[in-house]
Each structure stands twice: as structure tokens, then as C-alpha cells.
């Protein structure tokens, strides 16, 4: 009986250390599970199937990525449920490494739709914003920068924001 038990606890430790790896990390930096990126930019870059270099002097960067469930099912149909998305992407950059660009930057996105009043064509700034210093953008057609904010020391000294959108919560736009 005790040999029966021992095997049965072996295969039963096998069996989670195997969902264990699965659930993980992949060899890019990916833990889809969890909704989060945790690499560089080159490991980004490769990820994606393209060359280590990708984003240039921003290669060497440390990037975290940090999405909800909402944007995987964005992505996994296309963005194209009539009654929308709750979707929202955080990036962070850290180029304050050894061989790093030297910029910190932060940005925040939401999914508004393509038709969504606050964005029109892509790349036009947002009318939803009370703050009219620094409203947001729009990118690829259906989303919205509620925030583009940082430090890169290729375009001068100091912080700089290009985009903080008010109000500036995920849940906001929806």
C-alpha cells in the first residue's frame, strides 16, 4: 500500500510542476496567464518575429506589460464585439539599465471603439478630456493614450507629458 500512495504522490507532484512551467513565463518574457510581459525590448521584438533591434536605442530597455482579460478577448476576436471591450494596456519602459536608452516612460491605453466620439482618425487628439494641456490620443483605430508621460534624455532634459487624459482611470471610457 505505502508503495501504491508514494507513486501516486510522485505523479501527482509531476503533474503540477508540469501546469506549473505551462503557466509561466515563455522564453520572451510572456506570461499570458497572468496578463503580463516582463523583458526587453529586444525579447519584445523577437517575440513578435521580428529582429532583436527592432525598436532601436530602446532594445536594451527593461519593459513591463500589464493587460486585463478583456484585451485578450480584443485580440482573439478582433476587436469586433458590437458591445465593446473593458480592455485596458499599461507599458512601462525602463531604459535606466546598463546599455539602456536612459528613458523612464509610461504609458496607459484603453480600448473606446472606432466609433467612440472621443477618438476619431487615428493619431487625432481625444475631445473627452477636461484637461486641455495634455488631452489624449488616439492609436490603431480603436483605442485611446490616457496617459504618455516620461524622461528621454534624446529629446532634452526633464520630464515631459504627451498625453494625460482626465479623467485618467481605466474604467472611465466605457
Known amino acids: 500500500m505505502k508503495k501504491i500512495i508514494g507513486s501516486g504522490i510522485g505523479l501527482l507532484a509531476l503533474a503540477l510542476s508540469a501546469s506549473t512551467i505551462f503557466a509561466g513565463f515563455d522564453e520572451f518574457g510572456y506570461n499570458d496567464t497572468a496578463g503580463i510581459f516582463n523583458g526587453t525590448g529586444s525579447s519584445w521584438c523577437l517575440a513578435g518575429g521580428q529582429s532583436a533591434d527592432c525598436v532601436g536605442i530602446y532594445s536594451a530597455d527593461k519593459l513591463v506589460m500589464k493587460w486585463n482579460s478583456e484585451w485578450d ?26 546599455g539602456g536608452s536612459g528613458a523612464i ?29 495634455y488631452p489624449g ?6 483605442f485611446m493614450v490616457l496617459m504618455d508621460q516620461g524622461h528621454d534624455p534624446s529629446y532634452g532634459p526633464g ?14 471610457y466605457w
Request: charged share 15%; with cysteine; hydrophobic share 30%.
Open 137 to 142: 490620443y488616439c492609436v490603431w483605430g480603436q
Open 73 to 98: 478577448r480584443g485580440n482573439d476576436e478582433g476587436w469586433s464585439d458590437p458591445e465593446g471591450y473593458d480592455a485596458w494596456l499599461n507599458n512601462e519602459w525602463n531604459g535606466n539599465t546598463e
Open 159 to 172: 520630464h515631459m507629458w504627451f498625453a494625460h487624459e482626465t479623467p485618467n482611470g481605466y474604467g472611465a
Open 105 to 133: 516612460w509610461h504609458y496607459k491605453i484603453v480600448w473606446v471603439g472606432a466609433a467612440n466620439p472621443p477618438c476619431g482618425d487615428g493619431g487625432t487628439t481625444t475631445t473627452a478630456s477636461v484637461a486641455t494641456d
